[in-house]
């Protein structure tokens, strides 16, 4: 990844940042240490390096966890990753298994009523999420 350094005047932003996807929890871990060293950690896989540059780093079986089919599974998925530092693999995948708990609602007022006509309602970001994740990804590799 070929990269330009314009000078003081334009510093690295988070705006742009590359991304690294892992097969491995040790993987996922190794790069994340390797890249922190002199940098900081942030959440959601997120870390910025010694030099200032914003990474993320990817476990390969979230593209999966995403893609499931499950809007709320992978909104469960998305929840657990914002919430971590440091990727989770096992916490990911265990999101994504776990049962929508049941909010069924007794209505002892007689029946419903039905559904009302009119727009429909946007689609939220977390059944999107197959849009979310990027393409064209670094590899990590074992050496």
């Not at 932003?13 to 996922?28: F, G, H, L, N």
């Not at 002199?38 to 200032?52: H, I, K, Q, T």
């Not at 990817?58 to 909104?75: M, N, Q, T």
């Amino acid at each position: 990844m070929p990269v330009h350094n314009g000078g003081p005047q334009f510093p690295p932003t988070p705006a742009i940042s590359p991304y690294v996807e892992c097969d491995t929890q040790p993987e996922t871990d190794t790069l994340r240490a390797t890249l922190t060293h002199g940098g900081a950690a942030g959440p959601g896989g997120s870390l910025v390096d010694r030099f200032g540059v914003t990474w993320q780093i990817l476990p390969v079986i979230l593209r999966e966890l995403l893609r499931s089919g499950d809007p709320s599974a992978a909104g469960r998925v998305l929840t657990a990753l914002h919430a971590m530092t440091r990727i989770d693999i096992p916490a990911l995948t265990d999101a994504h298994a776990r049962a929508r708990p049941r909010t069924e609602s007794v209505n002892h007022e007689g029946p419903s009523p039905p559904p009302r006509s009119g727009p429909q309602t946007p689609r939220s970001h977390r059944q999107r999420a197959d849009a979310c994740v990027p393409r064209g990804p670094l590899r990590c590799s074992r050496r």
